[in-house]
């Protein structure tokens, strides 16, 4: 049974840096093919594709935002980590991870597992 | 990479069908045929119904199918059910090796 978790900050200060970390069982970061990925969704609006980690250390990363982003692994803690630099009250949104099954196609990512989902809020 | 152009709405009584556009360029859509669909209901994670265009995971609905035509895809969902009510994205590998999500259709079943 696969389950993944997301935790981290509620409320971050604009500038601050968030990190956030999704913690996963039922399957290892370990087996060929297999990646997590970063969503996150403002309150109300559309999901936004952010990042994805293979089990090679492979990373991809949502072009417009790239250069904020860092997606990182702990294979033997079974979690995968997201920063994101300088955030903004724009940056507000529920941020996901989820399970990317394997796929012929490298950077082609299909989530069938998500997490629950963490509301982070940037505020002053 | 721009987010992928889908109607704001679409409505549909029970027993029908309807089909939800998605439309986006030669770069993502048009390029390749890995599309997918997710359904999320409100206050839950998003659930992939539709991947590789058309093809469904185990477990989805039969009622639910996916296609793809130039730079636009679709999904199509019969015999339509109150359980469907529900938001649905279209997402699509890019030529940036990267994905991009639409921007969401609300599905109101009358």
């Known amino acids: 049974q696969i389950t993944l978790k997301e935790s981290g900050p509620t409320l971050v200060k604009p500038t601050q840096t968030l990190t956030l970390t999704c913690t996963f069982s039922?399957?290892?970061?370990?087996?060929?093919?297999?990646?997590v990925g970063w969503i996150r969704q403002p309150p109300g609006k559309a999901l936004e594709w952010l990042a994805l980690?293979?089990?090679?250390?492979?990373?991809r990363y949502s072009p417009s935002l790239k250069s904020r982003l860092t997606i990182t692994k702990d294979t033997s803690k079974n979690q995968v980590v997201l920063t994101v630099t300088n955030m903004d009250p724009v940056d507000t949104a529920t941020y996901y991870c989820?399970?990317?099954?394997?796929?012929?196609?490298?950077?082609?990512?299909?989530?069938?597992?998500w997490g629950q989902g963490t509301l982070v809020t940037v505020s002053s | 990479q721009s987010a992928l152009t889908q109607p704001a709405s679409v409505s549909g009584s029970p027993g029908q069908s309807i089909t939800i556009s998605c439309t986006g360029t030669?770069?993502?859509?048009?390029?390749?045929?890995?599309v997918s669909w997710y359904q999320q209901h409100p206050g839950k994670a998003p659930k992939l119904m539709i991947y590789?265009?058309?093809n469904r995971p185990s477990g989805v609905s039969d009622r639910f199918s996916g296609s793809k035509s130039g730079n636009t895809a679709s999904l199509t969902i019969s015999g339509l059910q109150a359980e469907d009510e529900a938001d649905y994205y279209c997402?699509?590998?890019?030529?940036?090796?990267?994905?991009?999500f639409g921007g969401g259709t609300k599905l109101t079943v009358l």
């Open positions: 989820a399970h990317s099954r394997i796929t012929m196609i490298r950077g082609v990512s299909y989530f069938d597992y």
């Open positions: 039922g399957f290892s970061l370990s087996t060929s093919g297999v990646g």
């Open positions: 980690i293979y089990w090679d250390d492979d990373k």
């Open positions: 030669s770069s993502d859509v048009g390029g390749y045929n890995f």
């Open positions: 590789d265009v058309g």
């Open positions: 997402n699509s590998y890019t030529s940036s090796g990267t994905q991009v």
